[in-house]
C-alpha cells in the first residue's frame, strides 16, 4: 500500500500540470472580462475579451468588445472597429448586432459631419464597407445602400439638408438612381437646398439614365413640358442652354458633365428629344 503513494502522488502532479482547454480558457477571459467591467476597469476588459477573440469567435466578447470600441471606453473611439465586431456577432446569429453595426455605421459617418463634403462622405462609407463587409460580394453595391440608408433617415426626419448632402453622395459618386430621384425632389421643392427647377431636371435625367425610369421619366419630362409650354420658344432654349452650360462647368448643384451639356445643347437647338 505504501509503495504505491509515490506512484499516485505522481500522477495527480502530472493532471494539474495539463495545459487548460480552450473552452475553459475562454470561460476564465469572459469572467475577467466582465468582473473589469463591473469595476470600471474598461482596459482590462479590453485586454480579456480580445484574448476570448484570438481563441475564436464568441458572441458575448464581440458584443461587449464592440461596445467598448463605440464608446471609448479602455481603446480609443472606432465606430469601424466596433461595426466590424457587430457584424460578426451579427453573422453568428445575433440580430440586435445588426442594428448596432448600423448605428456605428451613421455615426461614423457623421463625424465632422458639418466639414464632409458629398465626396468625403463616399470615401467615408467605402472605407467602412472595406473594414466591416470584407465578403461583400459587390461592395459597390453595398456603398450605396449604405449612404442611402442613412439619407432616407434624414428625409424621413425632415432634416433636409443633411438628406441632400448624403443624397448627393450616392447620387454623384455611387451612380444610384434612387438618390438622384430624391435628390431631384428636394431641388424641386427647396427642401434643404436652393429650389431650382433645373438642377431638379439635371438630376431625374440622371435618374432615368441609371433605371430609375417608372419613377423618374413622367416627373422629368413634367418639368421640361412645363418649361415648353410656359415659354417662348426662344426663352426656351436659353434657359437649356444655361443647364448646358452648368454641366460644361459644374455648379453647386451639378457636377461637371460634358456628356450632358451636349445632350442639353442638342434639345435647346430641337436637334433631340428626351427619352
Known amino acids: 500500500m505504501t509503495a504505491d503513494h509515490p506512484h499516485e502522488h505522481g500522477h495527480h502532479e502530472h493532471h494539474h500540470d495539463e495545459p487548460i482547454g480552450p473552452e475553459e480558457a475562454v470561460r476564465s477571459l469572459l469572467l475577467l472580462g466582465q468582473t473589469a467591467l463591473d469595476a470600471g476597469d474598461f482596459e482590462s476588459a479590453v485586454i480579456a475579451y480580445e484574448s476570448v ?3 475564436g469567435l464568441d458572441e458575448t466578447a464581440l458584443i461587449n468588445l464592440g461596445s467598448l470600441y463605440a464608446r471609448g471606453l479602455g481603446a480609443r473611439r472606432s465606430f469601424v472597429e466596433a461595426a466590424r465586431l457587430f457584424h460578426q456577432a451579427e453573422l453568428l446569429g445575433n440580430t440586435r448586432a445588426g ?7 451613421y455615426d461614423f459617418i457623421h463625424e465632422g459631419f458639418e466639414d464632409k463634403k458629398p465626396s468625403d462622405l463616399y470615401a467615408a462609407m467605402a472605407v467602412f464597407v472595406s473594414r466591416v463587409y470584407p465578403e461583400a460580394e459587390d461592395p459597390h453595391q453595398e456603398v450605396d445602400h449604405g449612404l442611402f440608408a442613412i439619407a432616407a433617415t434624414h428625409y424621413n426626419n425632415g ?3 443633411e438628406a441632400a448632402k448624403v443624397f448627393r453622395a450616392g447620387a454623384e459618386f455611387a451612380g444610384d438612381g434612387l438618390a438622384q430621384y430624391y435628390l431631384a425632389m428636394l431641388y424641386d421643392a427647396g427642401s434643404g437646398v436652393e429650389q431650382s427647377d433645373l438642377a431638379a431636371l439635371y438630376w431625374l435625367d440622371r435618374a432615368v439614365d441609371s433605371g430609375s425610369a417608372d419613377m423618374a ?3 422629368r419630362d413634367g418639368i421640361l413640358d412645363a418649361y415648353r409650354q410656359s415659354l417662348p420658344e426662344g426663352e426656351f432654349r436659353q434657359v437649356i442652354k444655361r443647364l448646358a452650360a452648368w454641366c460644361d ?3 453647386a448643384d451639378i457636377p461637371a458633365d460634358p456628356d450632358k451639356a451636349q445632350r442639353w445643347r442638342e434639345i435647346s437647338q430641337g436637334c433631340s428629344q428626351t427619352g
Open 249 to 251: 462647368q459644374s455648379t
Open 99 to 105: 442594428k448596432l453595426c448600423g448605428k456605428c455605421m
Open 53 to 55: 477573440l484570438k481563441i
Open 159 to 161: 432634416e433636409f439638408a
Open 217 to 219: 421619366l413622367e416627373y
